[in-house]
Structure formats: structure tokens, C-alpha cells
């Protein structure tokens, strides 16, 4: 037997997310249809975690468990060869057999894109909150700081029945204005169901000016709960890192 892993890069727009859903199209879907004609027999495709429908991805990692010999050279070619366009296939490499993409990450990276002119691209408009509206930037600049460190983020997730615990480590939390756009990155340890999504709804609050620091304070203790989520389309899995 062999662990194979994926690096995988997606336009999540046409799809329900990543997890296999009955019916509906997902990346884990697609993957798994093409590994088990591949293989010859069922293959289940494990990620580093589930990007919700509409969310895009730069360096998602998966990990899968074949008898095929092919080389993993080969094996990138057939595979992007038959998924749709939208997804790719960017590296294959073999790893020992105990390798899990998501109990053994140590850090993941998102970004969230927010475009602030008047009118937006059409090339743009799959990958960008578009809101041209007056914002606060220095504040929100400024309030995104705050989310460094160890929190409990009950108060920025959404529902999740096998949520153990909510309590996570930021390493990073930053939002700065380039060119046309207002780029936040954030890096950490894990993330819960709509954690960044709702992060950023709620800078776009502060800086409008309906959530001054002592909100912010009530959130980040559990005391207020955060009910602003960005549409999934500005939202961007870039790298999971590993030891």
C-alpha cells in the first residue's frame, strides 16, 4: 500500500464545498470518481478540512491510500487529466502511510479579499467581496490585531456537532489595503465552521462604525455573538503547513 499526497488548487464557484454531498457536486467528489476508476476499487480522498461551497483554494492538501504503482508524476497527469478544469492538481508526493492531512497539520493560511472601487472587474468578481461603500480602514486595520493569540471563538462560529472544543491559536491576524483591495490574512492552528468569514464580517462592522472595542471585547470573550458573514466567493485556502 501506498500514502499518496495531493497539493490541490480549486475555483470552489461551481461547487458545494469540498466535502461529498449526495447528488451535488464537490471537489472531494470529483477526486474520489476519478481515483476509484483509477484504482480499480473505492478510494476515499482525506483533506486538511472543509472549504464550504464557494470558497476557493491555492494549496489544499489531501492524502489518499492506493495498490496502483504509477508513478506520482503520472498519477498528477491522469488525474487533472479527467477533473474538470476548475480544479488542478499542483504536486504529488509519497509520505509515510501514518500521514493524516488534517490531525497532522500544524497551521493553515487564509485570505479574504474585499475590493473597494466602484466597479468590479468581471475577472475579479469570483474572488473578491465587492463593497465600495465608505468603511473605517485604520480601525478596521487596527481591530484585526486583536485576534492574535489564543481565544476562545465560540462567539465566531457557526453550529458544528463535532466541535470538541473552540478554543484556537491565531499566529497571525492582518488586514492591510492593496491597491483597489483590502487583503486579510490570517494564520493559524485551526479554524471552526465560518471562523474568517465571520472574523472579517465583523471588521466590516467596526468599520462602519457599529462595533466599537468594548463589542469587540464582549466577542472575543464569548459574551456577544458575531452575525456578519462575508460571502464565501472572497474567501482563499492558500497553504497548510506541516512538520
Not at 477533473?83 to 509520505?95: G, K, N, Q
Request: charged share 30%.
Amino acid at each position: 500500500m501506498r500514502r499518496i499526497r495531493l497539493r490541490i488548487a480549486y475555483d470552489g464557484t461551481d461547487f458545494h464545498g469540498w466535502q461529498v454531498q449526495p447528488g451535488l457536486a464537490t471537489i472531494q467528489g470529483e477526486l474520489e470518481r476519478i481515483l476509484t476508476d483509477l484504482e480499480g476499487s473505492p478510494v476515499t480522498v482525506h483533506g486538511s478540512g472543509r472549504t464550504d461551497a464557494g470558497v476557493h483554494a491555492l494549496g489544499q492538501i489531501a492524502a489518499i491510500t492506493l495498490r496502483n504503482p504509477i508513478p506520482v508524476d503520472n498519477l498528477r497527469r491522469a488525474i487533472n487529466r479527467l477533473l474538470p478544469e476548475s480544479i488542478r492538481i499542483l504536486a504529488v508526493d509519497e509520505v509515510p502511510l501514518s500521514f493524516h492531512p488534517r490531525f497532522d497539520a500544524r497551521a493553515k493560511t487564509y485570505l479574504y479579499r474585499i475590493y473597494r472601487d466602484e466597479i468590479c472587474s468581471p475577472f475579479d468578481r469570483r474572488y473578491v467581496h465587492h463593497h465600495p461603500y465608505p468603511l473605517d480602514e485604520p480601525r478596521m486595520i487596527a481591530a484585526a490585531r486583536r485576534f492574535e493569540g489564543e481565544h476562545d471563538f465560540v462567539s465566531f462560529a457557526s453550529a458544528q456537532r463535532d466541535m470538541e472544543s473552540t478554543v484556537r491559536t491565531i499566529f497571525e491576524s492582518r488586514l492591510e489595503r492593496l491597491g483597489p483591495e483590502l487583503r486579510y490574512r490570517v494564520r493559524g492552528r485551526g479554524f471552526l465552521m465560518h471562523m474568517v468569514r465571520l472574523i472579517m464580517g465583523t471588521l466590516v462592522e467596526v468599520g462602519k462604525g457599529n462595533l466599537d472595542d468594548d463589542a469587540l471585547t464582549d466577542m472575543l470573550a464569548g459574551r456577544r455573538k458575531a452575525i456578519m458573514l462575508l460571502p464565501a466567493r472572497g474567501l482563499t485556502l492558500v497553504q497548510v503547513d506541516y512538520e
